[in-house]
DNA sequence: AATGAATGAGGATTCATTCAT
DNA sequence: GATGAATGAATCCTCATTCAT
């Protein structure tokens, strides 16, 4: 596997404080609000307990994130560029361009077991970012902004392409979009957050679905 | 439309209101309650802000409602209990099991177009549920049980006759499940909270997400 | 017994009701907020709390008293009167100075015990006096012009004459009522509040009280 | 006077400083609140009151306090064990049993005189002590706690002993504390609490309380 | 960089009291 | 007389944020 390969999969929480020089203490910080607010949602997580959690005191928060929306920002603004990173990385490029995967289900397949390992890795900080994604203007446009430069346009590339060989039926992008992205997202948050304990045959359910939306827009 | 029909698809809102004997201001507190809530989640909503809204005075809320939580629960309990009542209504059972419907495909549109309605006279309401389900246990709990008492038996009833009837494909009920589910849950949501202001062809989206749905199960 | 006697001695939760005409309800508010005040204190004590316990409506109470300080004053008032009343009773005077007690160990004995009854039928009362005497200056003002213009007399005329007859240390009477009085409250605070529900054998501990007291003052 | 001693007179409010390390701003919040907790009664005393007269904002007090009622415990307690202390204080105990007071009467002096000391630098703590005693049973619990296991046994022993020196009546213990115990205590609160305005003449006072003492108990 | 005491605005909730019925 | 809905001031307490150390 690659690097690039890697860094689109694991826990977000390593690479934050990786990428950036950050002190052990705001890396206790970081960890802790992503807890607590997966757990009980932004505004009723207090600063004050996060900085217990972390082992802090109260004012160092302050230190690093000026205000308590900041740190909300700093958490949820990566996952969302992270979330994209493979819709534009060379590598998804290449192969759906350059016939690695020739047909579209095994290019299903690769998409979906790759962004199924990154919700796997990442599932305090979607929970946050699906949560808080209805109350926050500014995490609204900084994702919409991403979806639709990043990853709309490579998708409607792909489908185009996948069309062009004849491998999916000729509907509107659009609608295409509309009926594979609910049966994906639904599977991902069935699977990891509505019903997370449930023993899952996690390759089998990735197979269904594929057959599923294959069924549906394949021709 | 039968009178019964209506009362699974009109606004939640006037009905609270008329069932149980409530004073003017109390409407007034769940219609203000329920809007803003909406709009910025429970724990952001400050009761003093409900208050001036619904143009009470802040001890009118806690007249009515013992706690704010309190308030949130029978906001959102009705809807949990309505959402279910078409399972279990018995023109539902009637249609399902005695030809009303012959095929699959016209008992799909049917209920969808039924919970379509419904969401489109309660999105406020089920924005709240939504939202909170995430963070509140008592809120889960019900939920559960409604689903596993009334929705998920009917549901299931459902499969197995249009099954019998060799309509659908000989599928596990709760993979047919996992499939129709976000199928459908996604099309709500992306109708009424993603893009609620795009011109919708809901008569053509509805249709499309039927023949979707078909492909995916029917035989 | 004499009715007089009766009357200084008997509950006056009955007497208040008997005497004013109060209806079934303010009867009801007044025994309430006696049980609740007692145990919990004036300041700590709702009138909603009251209401509950009385089995009337919150506005009722206003009705029979302008404020929660008139209802805690028509409480107390009438206990601080009839506290006194044996000082000046007919019988009182009649028995000290027309020798009916010829000793003063007999007096001592008929007015602990006359003391003793008072005061195991009116605990809660008592109590809710002792507590607010600390902190309401109208209530003082009733207890000392009460204890001034009354008590004090009698009891200073009463010892003069146990004086005169010799059957008392010819101290100061301010000094013998010092030592006296502490005695006698301190046996009945300790009697009926400090250890209520120890076994006590009454008759006992009442003559050990007096023996105490006369080898303190008696001659 | 040794360094033991004073630490059972002068007032607990200095010592709570200097024992544990308190913020200035600590310190004043604990004295205003034993001001005004001692006029108005704990219930009828409000955190905003008190911080207004602390000079310190509200929230403050809660940064020391988690809450009321903590402030109140952090109050009471100390006085309780102070109030015992002389009980257990090694002087008390060499004293008593090593001849310094040969008589008994030697030794009530010795302690009535320092308990009269301790109230007397105590009174505002001593008054909200008595007060609420009554309603918190935590309170009352550390009391019984304290009475029994050092007060209690302490006074035991030294009555014994006095009466094995034929100095007192042969009588139970617990009947000589029931007779002395209120006409201490009687005394100490009518000379501080009721009528603490009165010109009093201390030093004969005691001489008298302890004649009247040693009337009824000693030989 | 980190602390933690301090703040004061704002939080939910309670309260005594009023008033139309 | 009695009700109970309504009030709004006041209650205890929490919060994000600041600042001197």
């Given at each position: ?77 990566p996952i969302i560029t992270h979330f994209s990173a493979p819709f534009f990385a060379k590598k998804f490029v290449k192969e759906v361009f350059q016939d690695t ?94 019903q997370p304990d449930k023993e899952w045959d996690d390759e089998a359910e990735i197979k269904e679905t594929i057959t599923y939306i294959m069924n549906g827009i394949?021709?």
């Amino acid at each position: 596997m690659s690097e690039q390969d890697k860094s689109t999969l694991h826990s977000m929480t390593e690479e934050l404080s990786e990428a950036e020089n950050m002190t052990p203490k705001q890396i206790k910080i970081l960890e802790a609000a992503i807890e607590i607010i997966a757990e009980k949602g932004y505004s009723a997580t207090s600063t004050s307990e996060i900085a217990k959690r972390a082992g802090v005191a109260e004012g160092t928060i302050f230190r690093h994130y000026r205000t308590k929306k900041d740190l909300l920002i700093s958490i949820v603004k990566p996952i969302i560029t992270h979330f994209s990173a493979p819709f534009f990385a060379k590598k998804f490029v290449k192969e759906v361009f350059q016939d690695t995967h020739t047909n579209f289900e095994d290019f299903l397949y690769a998409f979906i077991k790759n962004r199924f390992e990154f919700v796997k890795s990442n599932i305090p900080l979607l929970k946050i970012l699906l949560q808080e994604l209805a109350f926050h203007p500014e995490i609204q446009g900084t994702f919409k902004k991403v979806f639709m430069e990043k990853i709309y346009p490579a998708i409607n590339r792909t489908l185009t392409l996948y069309k062009e060989k004849g491998q999916i039926k000729d509907l509107p992008n659009d609608t295409i979009i509309r009926m594979m992205a609910p049966t994906i997202i639904g599977f991902l948050i069935t699977r990891f957050i509505v019903q997370p304990d449930k023993e899952w045959d996690d390759e089998a359910e990735i197979k269904e679905t594929i057959t599923y939306i294959m069924n549906g827009i394949g021709k």
